[in-house]
């Protein structure tokens, strides 16, 4: 017997002898049991299950660098440098309706020293069975290839839609909230300073595209219900050699919401795949009447240029030369209006994804 075995031996007769009681055993809790995040392959890359839930979140953005040249662009100074920071959340999950999906997208700029910005809503929206609501950007978000078009004024609103999407064929209609726009309207036809801004105006647009191959066509047209004026604007794209050519063209019936660029335009780019990492965008565009002066026309040529450096890291050049003709005219409010001349304007951007 050793030392070892005599000890715990006498302990155990002492505490039988004495009748000695034990103190309460203390008994480790069993830890609560974790849900580690599970990956979601249901809607694509980058999704996971919100632990304790069915609904999928994916979280994305970017952060961007830019410096921008054109004249007196800040100031006195030609050129002017911002930093912006992006934050998109998007979360889908199934339902008896078909899939529930929403996005929320927070942006912060920051334009000048000491200055770290103000966050704000640039999208918030949820969708259903074709259905959307919230705050998002309009199909007359969408333009060609490149920097150079013009082919919108306002894009985003306070919205409710319908669209149908069978693939080859999509056609949907929109209600869109049009307060407080339209003050800045370029109104040269025979129309007051005063044409003022909407106040809970509504504007209604609707939209069919088709493709076919590797063309794609698609009409929209859009009514500023306030003004009781509209636009309709054709873009149609196609798969051409290396890369792909794209034509649009605007008609608007006077200025509105939707479109006040000019009274009527076209324009054309073609987006040339040089590498995999390198594409090249040439575009042109004409304006007819522009800014709604009567006989003022308006051209723009531009180049713009994509590279992708590395893995969530690209690079984007453009230049743009706008011209247009000198004119003079006299407002129906008796003040008068002159535009013309001949402008270059650019950016280089940083921007890494993620």
Request: aromatic share 12%; with cysteine.
């Amino acid at each position: 017997m050793n030392i070892k075995s005599l000890l715990l031996g006498s302990a155990a007769a002492l505490a039988a002898v004495s009748g000695a009681q034990a103190a309460d055993a203390i008994v480790a809790a069993e830890p609560e049991p974790m849900e580690y995040v599970r990956v979601c392959d249901a809607f694509g890359t980058g999704y996971f299950y919100i632990p304790g839930t069915e609904t999928c979140l994916k979280i994305g953005g970017y952060v961007r660098f830019q410096t921008n040249f054109g004249r007196d662009l800040s100031g006195t100074s030609d050129w002017d440098t911002f930093t912006r920071g992006q934050l998109q959340f998007d979360a889908k999950n199934d339902t008896e309706l078909g899939t529930l999906e929403s996005v929320i997208v927070l942006q912060t700029n920051a334009d000048r020293a000491g200055d770290s910005g103000s966050t704000f809503l640039d999208t918030a929206s949820f969708a259903i069975a074709g259905f959307k609501f919230g705050y998002y950007y309009s199909w007359w978000d969408d333009g060609i290839a490149g920097e150079t078009d013009a082919l919108a004024t306002n894009t985003l609103f306070n919205s409710i839609s319908y669209t149908y999407d069978g693939g080859a064929f999509k056609a949907g209609i929109s209600v869109d909230e049009l307060e407080g726009l339209g003050r800045d309207l370029a109104v040269q036809r025979d129309t007051p300073n005063d044409f003022g801004r909407h106040d809970n105006g509504l504007g209604v647009a609707a939209m069919v595209s088709g493709s076919v191959g590797g063309v794609t066509a698609t009409l929209l047209g859009g009514y500023d219900t306030e003004r009781e004026e509209g636009a309709v604007r054709a873009i149609l794209t196609a798969e051409v050699g290396p890369g792909t050519f794209a034509l649009a063209g605007v008609y608007a019936s006077n200025p509105n919401v939707y479109y006040n660029e000019s009274e009527w335009t076209v324009a054309a780019s073609y987006e040339f795949k040089a590498t995999d990492k390198l594409t090249i965008t040439p575009a042109a565009q004409y304006f007819g009447d522009f800014g709604f002066y009567n006989g003022v026309d308006a051209w723009r040529v531009g180049l713009t240029a994509g590279y992708q450096i590395t893995d969530g890291l690209k690079a984007l050049a453009t230049v743009q030369y706008q011209d247009v003709d000198d004119g003079s005219f006299t407002r129906a409010d008796g003040t008068t209006s002159t535009v013309g001349g001949d402008e270059t304007t650019g950016f280089l951007r940083l921007q890494r994804d993620f």
